[in-house]
């Protein structure tokens, strides 16, 4: 059993937890290699488990979803490429790819991503997978940000959250919440709204839009609000 006792840890190769790691406060953990809780336990606090690897593939392998395999935040700032396998992952406050970070790559494995308040994408690349992504809090896709949106599903189910995602599609948007749109585009192949949901698009600098890729569908017996000259533009006969 290792305990923390509110000290941080640096890790500069992988960790592989066959017993347990106990947070007791905010630690900072960071890891140079892959991560490894398939047999073992971790209690997060409200620690921040950082992957700072050099180069090369980290493998987060988080043993699944359930307590003693949720993380509280992760931070990823490596040159590394993160790349998640074998279990989905459970976020419980903020999931953050740094400036400074190369590629999280859930393409491979597509593990289904669960996070209980906010992403923050501002890394060189990130790759969604075919996967769901479930997100309570705010959305952030900063706009030097690679994006491949594969045939994920990202759902936002948070009340008075925001969703920012520049320049690039994605795939299924599904709103479960109450959640709004302030860039001047929110480009997706299928958008689906909840009953009892709101998307509302706004921008007060410049007309906003919801652009629907050809082939694509916005179904849902919802609302949609458009502010400040927002617009929907219909690209498949809707």
Wanted: glycine share 10%; proline share 2%; charged share 10%.
């Amino acid at each position: 059993h290792l305990d923390l006792n509110n000290w941080n840890l640096t890790v500069s190769s992988y960790i592989v937890n066959a017993g347990t790691i106990t947070a007791q406060g905010t630690e900072q953990i960071y890891v140079g290699g892959n991560w490894d809780n398939t047999s073992g336990w971790f209690n997060a606090a409200q620690s921040t488990v950082v992957f700072n690897g050099a180069s090369g593939y980290q493998y987060l392998i988080s043993g699944g979803t359930d307590v003693g395999k949720q993380f509280h935040s992760i931070y990823f700032a490596g040159a590394s490429t993160l790349t998640p396998t074998g279990y989905d992952l459970y976020v419980s406050s903020n999931l953050v790819f740094d400036s400074g970070a190369s590629t999280f790559n859930n393409s491979i494995s597509s593990r289904n991503v669960t996070v209980i308040n906010d992403v923050f994408m501002d890394n060189a690349r990130a790759d969604m997978g075919a996967s769901t992504w479930t997100v309570s809090g705010n959305w952030f896709k900063k706009n030097g940000t690679s994006f491949n949106a594969g045939a994920s599903t990202l759902i936002m189910d948070g009340v008075n959250k925001s969703i920012t995602q520049w320049l690039d599609y994605l795939f299924n948007f599904t709103v479960s919440g109450q959640i709004t749109s302030g860039t001047a585009a929110l480009e997706v192949t299928n958008l689906t709204i909840n009953s009892g949901a709101t998307l509302t698009v706004s921008n007060p600098l410049w007309p906003s839009f919801i652009r629907v890729k050809s082939g694509g569908q916005l179904t849902g017996p919802s609302t949609v609000n458009l502010i400040n000259a927002a617009s929907i533009l219909e690209q498949a006969g809707i």
